[in-house]
């Protein structure tokens, strides 16, 4: 299993300005994601982290808005860029298993939970 | 591509009696399958998962999980509810392409309520 940290837990910041998460994990890992989980609603993938490699973006997502970082292989950073009271959400981390063959089960982190003033 | 929905947004149960939170999936390959709890202000924890081994799936916490092909459903059922089940459930479902393009597609969630 891998065990996810997230900083900050939780934040309130104001329209404008830009928050910068980080995901740390305890095991080095292929592939990280990054999710937003808007009040009341489903998990969206914002975007695939790869090491070594740009992020790729869902549709809806873009690099600009979103920038991440991929320095090695058990961290990550997601910024959320000018931030409006839309971008209130729950923003969760997440890695998928680098063992058993064509499952890997991927853990999340405990989210950190987001609100624009 | 493939979507997953889930038929009910809230569940109300009361205390000792069957869970049944219903999952139907549309995936254009052998899918695997998954339930999600996300207990409030915590993480989402894997209760169960489907992955084309035997279709009744046993989770944690006494949960179990039927795949039925012929009906694109993975309901989740425990027999006897908790107080401590109280939460949101996640049906999830994941095509079975390369490693690297493979995701997951959440459903919408079902929120859970136990009644003492």
């Known amino acids: 299993s891998a065990v996810i940290s997230q900083k900050p837990s939780r934040d309130i910041c104001q329209r404008g300005t830009s928050l910068t998460i980080q995901c740390q994990v305890d095991?080095?890992?292929?592939?990280m994601f990054w999710y937003r989980q808007q009040p009341g609603q489903s998990l969206t993938l914002i975007a695939t982290?790869?090491?070594?490699?740009?992020?790729?973006?869902e549709s809806g997502f873009v690099i600009d808005k979103f920038p991440i970082s991929r320095p090695n292989l058990t961290f990550s950073t997601l910024t959320v860029s000018n931030m409006s009271p839309e971008d209130s959400s729950i923003y969760l981390c997440?890695?998928?298993?680098?063992?058993?063959?064509?499952?890997?089960?991927?853990?999340f982190g405990p989210g950190t939970r987001l609100t624009v003033l | 591509a493939q979507s997953v929905t889930q038929l009910d947004s809230h569940v109300s149960v009361s205390e000792g009696t069957p869970v049944l939170l219903r999952c139907n999936y549309s995936s254009s390959y052998s899918p695997s399958l998954f339930w999600y709890v996300q207990h409030p202000n915590k993480g989402l924890q894997l209760l169960l998962k489907?992955?084309?081994?035997?279709?009744l799936v046993k989770g944690i916490n006494g949960f179990e999980a039927e795949f039925k092909k012929s009906e694109t459903s993975f309901h989740l059922t425990k027999p006897s509810a908790h107080m401590s089940d109280a939460a949101e459930y996640f049906c999830v479902v994941s095509d079975q392409g390369s490693g690297s393009a493979r995701q997951l597609t959440f459903g919408s969630g079902t929120q859970l309520t136990v009644l003492p």
């Open positions: 489907y992955t084309s081994a035997a279709t």
């Open positions: 997440s890695v998928r298993a680098t063992s058993g063959g064509i499952y890997n089960e991927q853990f």
């Open positions: 982290a790869n090491q070594g490699s740009e992020a790729t973006y």
């Open positions: 095991s080095q890992v292929t592939m």
